[in-house]
């Protein structure tokens, strides 16, 4: 997989009791990361509201590997994946910049909608488009 | 495949079974499935993502496609109103 990188450091507020980042944030890193992906191929929120579409998230999973702690520098990779389904999959990972050890990874998928909630069952157009270019892009090593 | 499709008892049948397969419904057996009870909501309780797995089970076996939400609503009415949406696509293509 070809992945689409950002930086990010864990903050103070991030951070439980135990002094790791809590789980919860890692959904706003992947958030962060999907937006860095999406950018790169005129998918971003209001580009799709431009092209008559919605991409809500159905379905998140996320494991979790190492715990990171306040002030760790982190990278997070995201990519996409061909879908069986006319449907956005994003895959991720976290990795710790100072050595590389994986810390979490995880996977989105969002569904299409038009503009007046009716759920697309086939890409079509510009969208069609734009989605095929990045699973390709992704596709590549 | 034709032959199913000919068929509308044997296409229900081959139906069901292709909804339980796809959808993974285990403790669902095809006897369970009334021809003309809804499929989505209150019937079999499917919901509008278990659709769009359905869209692709069916273009895979029948080659037929299924636009968006609004052709399927009709479509996914029941396993009867599946079947005939399928036949009458084959139609379409004599």
Redesign the interface.
């Given at each position: 997989m070809r992945w689409i990188e950002r930086e990010e450091r864990v903050r103070f507020n991030e951070v439980d009791e135990w002094e790791m980042a809590w789980h919860g944030h890692y959904v706003a890193w992947f958030e962060a990361g999907r937006f860095s992906l999406l950018e790169h191929f005129y998918l971003l929120p209001r580009q799709m509201v431009e092209l008559g579409y919605i991409a809500p998230v159905?379905n998140l999973t996320c494991e979790y590997k190492h715990p990171a702690a306040c002030g760790d520098v982190i990278i997070i990779r995201t990519g996409a994946i061909k879908p069986?389904?006319?449907?956005l999959i994003c895959k991720f990972e976290i990795l710790l910049k100072d050595g590389g050890k994986l810390l979490a990874r995880g996977e989105t998928r969002q569904?299409l909608l038009?503009k007046d909630r009716?759920?697309?069952?086939?890409l079509t157009g510009e969208l069609e488009k734009r989605i095929t270019a990045m699973v390709e892009y992704c596709a590549g090593e | 495949m034709k032959d199913i499709v000919n068929n509308t008892a044997e296409l229900c049948e081959y139906l069901k079974g292709l909804v339980i397969d796809t959808l993974r419904l285990d403790d669902v057996t095809k006897e369970e499935i009334e021809n003309d009870a809804p499929l989505f909501g209150e019937g079999l309780g499917l919901d509008?993502?278990d659709?769009?797995?359905l869209?692709?089970a069916l273009e895979k076996a029948f080659d037929v496609?299924?636009?968006?939400?609004?052709?399927?609503k009709t479509a996914f009415a029941s396993i009867v109103t599946l079947a005939a949406f399928i036949q009458a696509k084959y139609k379409d293509r004599e």
């Open positions: 159905i069986d389904i006319a449907a569904v038009t009716t759920m697309i069952y086939q | 509008s993502i659709a769009l797995e869209v692709v496609v299924i636009e968006d939400e609004n052709v399927g």
